[in-house]
T-cell receptor, first 116, second 112 residues
Framework: EAQVTQNPRYLITVTGKKLTVTCSQN?????MSWYRQDPGLGLRQIYY???????DKGDVPEGYKVSRKEKRNFPLILESPSPNQTSLYFC???????????????FGNGTRLTVT | QKEVEQDPGPLSVPEGAIVSLNCTYS??????FMWYRQYSRKGPELLMY????GNKEDGRFTAQVDKSSKYISLFIRDSQPSDSATYLC????????????FGKGTTLSVSS
């Protein structure tokens, strides 16, 4: 089954304790991205990657790091989490094999992070 | 002014009603317009995609884009309880869609 898998689904941590949220896709997609979703603010892009070893900042990159060493994986790293990073996080991917823009962005089922 | 504005609702309708969901935007460079549906505790999934102005129909769903008014709509005919979800509009300046801007989402509840 084609899917984007995020782990963990739920995470509670304390301020300053480094954490990593993993994301893996099995569709051989070039493009991967991280979003956070907050009430009243909607979905905002954190980082994205056009391909292996190519990453770029989105709209809200502060406090986050990413890496793209393999095509299928795109982990999100919080070196020193703070309470304002409490949010629902989504990883997404899409391929560029289809002409135009008909290929959809595939989302994972989210990681709910709470930083106390 | 925010780039994309979407009324968060919530919107409650009876089964069978016609639903109209809307977004306005300020950036005239947007060319690609999408609607995503998000069920509770799930990630968003693409529902409709349109390029530039015009209409697109898919079953009970119709997407409309009016670039002159910077206004997009999603119509749901014969709404069903299974349509209860949050609907997010999204738009992009480029064909690759690498910088999608999402609306905040409208929560829809269809009662049987």
């Amino acid at each position: 089954e084609a899917q984007v898998t995020q782990n963990p689904r739920y995470l509670i941590t304390v301020t300053g304790k480094k954490l990593t949220v993993t994301c893996s896709q099995n569709m051989n997609h070039e493009y991967m991205s991280w979003y956070r979703q907050d009430p009243g603010l909607g979905l905002r892009q954190i980082y994205y990657s056009m391909n292996v070893e190519v990453t770029d900042k989105g709209d809200v990159p502060e406090g986050y790091k990413v890496s793209r060493k393999e095509k299928r994986n795109f982990p999100l790293i919080l070196e020193s989490p703070s309470p304002n990073q409490t949010s629902l996080y989504f990883c997404a991917s899409r391929g560029f094999d289809s002409p135009g823009y008909n290929s959809p962005l595939h989302f994972g089922n989210g990681t709910r992070l709470t930083v106390t | 002014q925010k780039e994309v504005e979407q009324d968060p609702g919530p919107l409650s309708v009876p089964e069978g009603a016609i639903v109209s969901l809307n977004c306005t935007y300020s950036n005239s460079a947007f060319q690609y317009f999408m609607w995503y549906r998000q069920y509770s505790r799930k990630g968003p999934e693409l529902l409709m995609y349109t390029y530039s102005s015009g209409n697109k129909e898919d079953g009970r769903f119709t997407a409309q884009v009016d670039k002159s008014s910077k206004y997009i709509s999603l119509f749901i005919r014969d709404s069903q309880p299974s349509d209860s979800a949050t609907y997010l509009c999204a738009m992009s300046r480029n064909q690759a869609g690498t910088a999608l801007i999402f609306g905040k989402g409208t929560t829809l509840s269809v009662s049987s």
